[in-house]
């Protein structure tokens, strides 16, 4: 079974499966590959997939949409507003969602198809999401109060952006088969959901229902990409067609076993607990025996639940990838 077959399996629940994917999903800090040089990782390696390999594991690709136009006004900091208003979003409207985007965005799926270097990759496709992209233009606070305060140009920002996949999805080069995607939203902190139940019927849920069909007809699954505490808003999630959620972070309470018990179905990726690779195998193995039944029922890829710190010492990070092997051949049983 090959790395792209393997996925499909462990997303389709496959009794045939032989192992799940062996997969770091989200590539490393920078401060993670800057401590792993001085400990013997080669400079050489400077691209995600060149690491991948060289720690053997398996081979992902994520490919993401454009949606601005090179020249797009940006935020002057982190988090800081680009628009405040209708006046503003009409000012960069020009900027988004262009022809030239969509071109550009159908050769990079292209490309990566038929990129030779990554070949065996299974692909992961990302569109920006509904609570994502706004909060890119309003600023982080901005944002959470333009629920309220702007909420006829929220509904324009997100209908035309559905607007745009709507046509990227019909234009998927026949070539790229991804096999999942992921609308990124971190719409969830560590206490639970960013916006109401209400803001989310209104302003996010819509665009699900419209596009996962499309993405699933296309034989894609889809997942959620939001960090902290997911748990609350999985059955709004399922409400809108979504059918898996990444990346599970524990310190944030979110417990993989648990939402397997309640939502037998939901695909997951991600859920290993970051804090404990730095303390060592005996740690470790602790944390693959608390998510082991749950990589036994099928559905779930193990994986760091965000990205691996830079406290994880090279060595460290060799015995995780073991155990990862180790224990991803339980899907098999």
């Known amino acids: 079974m090959d790395n792209i077959e ?4 462990v997303f389709s629940f496959s009794p045939t499966l032989d192992r799940v994917p062996v997969v770091e999903w989200a590539g490393w800090w920078d401060l993670t ?11 050489s390696l400077t691209t995600a997939d060149a690491i991948r390999d060289w720690f053997g594991l398996d081979r992902l690709h994520q490919t993401s949409a454009q949606i601005r136009e090179c020249g797009c006004p940006s935020a ?4 800081a507003p680009i628009i405040l208003d209708r006046a503003d979003y009409n000012e960069i409207r020009p900027y988004l969602f262009t022809e030239t985007c969509l071109e550009r965005t159908i050769e990079r799926f292209g490309e990566a198809a038929a990129d030779v270097s990554i ?4 692909h992961w496709m990302t569109l920006e999401g509904f609570f994502w992209f706004p909060r890119t233009l309003f600023g982080i606070e901005n944002h959470l109060l333009a629920f309220y305060d702007e909420p006829e140009l929220m509904d324009t920002i997100n209908a035309e952006l559905c607007a745009f996949y709507e046509k990227v999805i019909a234009r998927l080069p026949a070539a790229y088969k991804p096999v999942f995607m992921t609308f990124a939203e971190d719409m969830s902190y560590n206490n639970g959901p960013m916006l109401s139940k209400a803001c989310y019927d209104r302003f996010v849920l819509p665009y699900y ?3 996962a069909p499309l993405l699933q007809a296309k034989g894609i699954k889809v997942f959620i990409d939001t960090d902290g ?22 310190m944030a309470g979110v417990d993989v076993p648990r939402i397997r018990r309640h939502y037998p179905g939901l695909l997951m990726l991600g859920g290993f607990d970051k804090t404990v690779m730095r303390l060592g195998e005996q740690a470790m193995r602790a944390e693959f025996e608390r998510l082991a039944p749950v990589i036994a029922s099928g559905g779930y890829i193990p994986a760091v639940d965000h990205q ?5 010492s090279i060595g460290n990070y060799r015995i995780f990838v073991s155990l990862l092997n180790e224990y991803s051949r339980l899907a098999a049983r």
């Open 229 to 250: 505490n997911v748990e609350p808003l999985i059955d709004w999630f399922l409400e809108g067609g979504i059918e898996g959620v990444l990346p599970l972070e524990r």
């Open 76 to 79: 002057k900091s982190h988090g």
């Open 308 to 312: 691996t710190p830079p406290d994880v």
């Open 6 to 9: 393997r996925f499909r399996s």
């Open 33 to 43: 590959v800057d401590a792993w040089r001085a400990q013997g990782l080669p400079d």
């Open 209 to 211: 229902r419209r596009l």
């Open 119 to 122: 070949a065996g990759s299974a």
